[in-house]
């Protein structure tokens, strides 16, 4: 199958950073296999009837589909449930004792959900930490949408040893599986829920599988004092004792870093998931986005759960990653926007470690959106990122492709019937009223 779109303006996200103003894409099967200016273009090369071409007619601005890098998809099901509360009281007496009264097929369901959202706002590959996660990929495979997926793993009880068996199948049975879109991590959740001992079993893991590891990391400020008054450390000092930072992992949050925390993660090449939105909501504060860039850390962009988010759109994580740095530092020059775009494409595959997705050029991956620009919030077109960060949003994505393949077209999801998972999640929410 061969897919042409002409007409368009490109921000590819290639090593050179390169803008398009008028340009065209060839896309065969799963991959990109030609990026140019249209000038260059010459239709007559592409006769043969199978092929789709689409012409964008100068109203369409094609952007590599984002990456969010930390959520808990399933979460959707707690949407709008407990908010306004205190960190460790939303956790710990809302949202824990709710979730022992979920099952996989609810997982399912609450997973469809997300994946429904987050293609509609331009979301093509998510990193995802939780229970039921045979069913969370069942969704992920049938949807068309790329995720790496990790079973949360908790050890500090006699069930710890079930969770690192289920991450260990999940593994076995799901690793680049759904023609390569599925891809699965360890787990650990945080210090503070995992003690010293099972960390050495999820190094054990990690060892024997090669597997990735994605953790919480210094999300509250009661976090890293609680750390500094069990171990004598901050969390990341904890980690780099134990030794987890001689291994390839996923940070979340990495809100409350002291100086030296900073060194190590930079030491170590450790990548940080910024999540303003879920941050900002649960009172934990401001990430030192700046300082990390500004070191050299890598910094990718997620969501975190839509129980405390409340949302999955990774554009509207962009504009806020790059406004409350500013007003914070009162620095208008911190986090741009172009950056917080890195965060959402490129620096999300870094810290995913996964090859061919982030960026439009020959040879990646074909995840890519079509936003129609042709709307007041992006004109006057002096700047089209600009316009995507500062001034539009999400509901300006009309088509997105995961692996060559459309998922939406004409803003109609077409691999999850929308009315169905609306009703299940529905019935699903009696358990928790």
Known sequence: ??????????????????????????????????????????????????????????????VPGFINAHTHIAMTLFRGYADDLPFWTWLTKKIWPQ??????????????????EMIKTGTTTFNDMYMFMDYTAKAVEESGIRGYLSRGLQGTNEISSIGLKENIELFKNWHNKADGRIKVMAGPHAIYTCDPSFWQEVIALVEETGMLIHTHLSESREEVNNSIAQYGKTPVQHLEKLGVFNYPIVAAHGVYLSKEDMDILSKYDISI????????????????????????INVALGTDGASSNNNLDLLEEMGYAALIHKGFLEDSTAVSASKTFDMATIYGAKALKWEGIGRIEKGMKADLLMINIDDASFYPRYNLLSNLIYSSNSSRIEN??????????????????????????????????
């Open 99 to 116: 979730e022992e009264k979920l099952n996989g097929e609810d997982a399912y369901w609450g997973t469809l959900l997300g994946i429904i």
């Open 400 to 433: 997105v492709m995961v692996n060559g393949a459309w998922v939406m077209k004409n803003k109609e999801l077409l691999t999850i019937d929308e009315e169905k998972v609306f009703y299940q999640v529905e019935r699903i929410k009696r358990k928790f009223i």
């Open 1 to 62: 199958m061969k897919t042409i779109i002409k007409d368009v303006s490109i921000l590819s996200q290639n090593h050179n950073k390169d803008f398009i103003e008028k340009g065209y894409i060839v896309i065969e099967n799963q991959n990109i296999i030609k990026v140019g200016d249209l000038k260059d273009f010459t239709e007559e090369n592409f006769t043969d009837e199978s092929i789709e071409i689409i012409n964008g007619k100068s109203n369409y601005l094609v």
């Open 273 to 296: 998931v910024h999540n303003p939105v879920s941050n900002l909501k649960l009172g934990n504060g401001f990430a030192p986005i700046s300082s990390l860039l500004n070191k050299g």
